[in-house]
Antibody
Framework: QLQLQESGPGLVKPSQTLSLTCSVS??????????WGWIRQPPGKGLEWIGS???????YHNVSLRSRVTMSVDTSENQFSLKLSSVTAADTAIYYC?????????????WGRGTLVTVSS | NFILTQPNSVSESPGKTVTISCTRS????????VQWYQQRPASSPTLVIY?????PSGVPDRFSGSIDSSSNSASLTISGLKTDDEADYYC?????????FGGGTKLTVL
């Protein structure tokens, strides 16, 4: 069974860059049916899509975050990564990685457990 | 882009049926599939409905989805409510390469 696991620093200083990695185990990232996505959830609030990346490196980003978001993929290591620059307290959230089915619709069918990132000095 | 609007909260008794709505602000609800996710406290979301009305393997048939073009909304219906169904529920759709979530609905089973 495919599993996803987020990793990265739990504390980032304001104005710095948040960096997270999602490790995929139990399966391959090479499927043509799937993108690999990042979603975040501020404490006590709802879900916000950040962006999604294909195994070729093609990406889609949330328009509201696009200028600060960089995504990359390493299929040889079965990992994909997120960088969010110039962070502020508003970027404090649980960050989830997820597999996105894109064959006939776009939805997230497998999620990681999430990792809390706090932006604070 | 459009906005997906959900009620903040709903409550119902065990054994009853509850429906959670998700209204699309512009464009037709039928233009792009709607998905539903369940998020129990301190857990990551899980998919319970995809493509408007399809259930992933393992999701009980007490969960059903539908869309209504007249109200431009999607609905998640949970019948035979169990206390274990108490969770936040989010609808999700997409358009122009963007993925959009509704604000979430807290379901209380009491």
């Amino acid at each position: 069974q495919l599993q996803l696991q987020e990793s990265g620093p739990g504390l980032v200083k304001p104005s710095q860059t948040l960096s997270l990695t999602c490790s995929v185990s139990g399966g391959s990232m090479s499927s043509s049916r799937h993108f690999w996505g990042w979603i975040r959830q501020p404490p006590g609030k709802g879900l916000e899509w950040i962006g999604s990346i294909y195994n070729s490196g093609s990406t889609y980003h949330n328009v509201s975050l696009r200028s600060r978001v960089t995504m990359s993929v390493d299929t040889s290591e079965n990992q994909f990564s997120l960088k969010l620059s110039s962070v502020t307290a508003a970027d404090t959230a649980i960050y989830y990685c997820a597999r996105e089915e894109v064959a006939t619709s776009w939805y997230f069918d497998l999620w990681g457990r999430g990792t809390l990132v706090t932006v604070s000095s | 882009n459009f906005i997906l609007t959900q009620p903040n909260s709903v409550s119902e008794s065990p054994g009853k049926t509850v429906t959670i709505s998700c209204t699309r602000s512009s464009g037709s609800i039928a233009s792009n599939y709607v998905q539903w996710y369940q998020q129990r406290p301190a857990s990551s979301p899980t998919l319970v409905i995809y493509e408007d009305k399809q259930r992933p393997s393992g999701v009980p048939d007490r969960f059903s989805g539908s869309i209504d073009s007249s109200s431009n909304s999607a609905s998640l219906t949970i019948s035979g409510l169990k206390t274990d169904d108490e969770a936040d529920y989010y609808c999700q759709s997409y358009d122009n390469n963007n993925r959009l979530f509704g604000g979430g609905t807290k379901l209380t089973v009491l």
